[in-house]
């Protein structure tokens, strides 16, 4: 953009102008809507917004912007291409709203639950292909940079509380998450960047 983006969701509809499209809504409980804008007179659409419908999910919104913002700070060759940027932090009834760049393609998903995909082996081999060589660059992209595999579980027993606090079984499991570091401490791995969400729906073919 060659202005300052404005502070609401409305305001950034109204100044990117052209058409905007709302994706399907997940069944998820704390589910955030996708938005779509375009340009006037643009076939594809030029950013992207995600609206949270809930606090949670507002949290998750803040989160994906911080990992987005940091994972754009590396040194990842190519594959920084195929990765949204952030354009804008925004507003929609007091949450955030991550405004990014879109980004070209097609849904896996989508071709995954076309006619007859799934029972041509071909088809199959290059989604396999296709998402494999993408988590190959992503991955090998990141330097050579050993951690302890324990510095893996930083924030996992937060993570799991917040979302599965209460339910059955979770104090037992969140204990052994504590012996599980202590078994880890003495591994090392490389250190590299991990998608968190790596399904078909996600992925733009």
């Not at 949290?59 to 940091?70: D, G, M, N, W």
């Not at 076309?114 to 060589?133: L, N, Q, Y």
Request: hydrophobic share 45%.
């Amino acid at each position: 953009m060659t202005i300052a983006p404005p502070r609401t969701l409305a305001a950034f509809i109204d100044q990117v102008g052209g058409r905007a499209a709302c994706l399907a809504i997940s069944r998820d409980p704390n589910a955030k809507v996708t938005i779509l804008l375009f340009p006037p007179g643009a076939a594809r659409p030029a950013y992207v917004a995600k609206v949270p419908t809930t606090d949670v999910a507002a949290l998750s919104v803040e989160r994906e912007a911080e990992q987005l913002t940091e994972v754009a700070s590396r040194h990842l060759g190519p594959v920084s291409a195929t990765i949204p940027k952030v354009v804008a932090t925004v507003e929609h009834l007091g949450r955030p709203v991550l405004v990014m760049t879109a980004m070209p393609g097609q849904s896996m998903l989508a071709a995954y639950h076309s006619w007859r995909h799934t029972a041509r082996p071909k088809t199959v081999a290059a989604d396999f292909a296709a998402a494999g060589d993408w988590l190959a660059g992503l991955q090998g992209a990141a330097g050579s940079e050993q951690i302890s595999l324990a510095q893996m579980l930083d924030g996992v027993t937060d993570v799991i509380g917040r979302r599965f606090g209460g339910e059955p079984g979770v104090d037992a499991d969140l204990a052994d998450l504590a012996g599980l570091r202590g078994r880890l401490a003495d591994h090392r791995t490389p250190q590299c960047v991990v998608h968190g969400d790596f399904w078909p729906g996600n992925l733009l073919v």
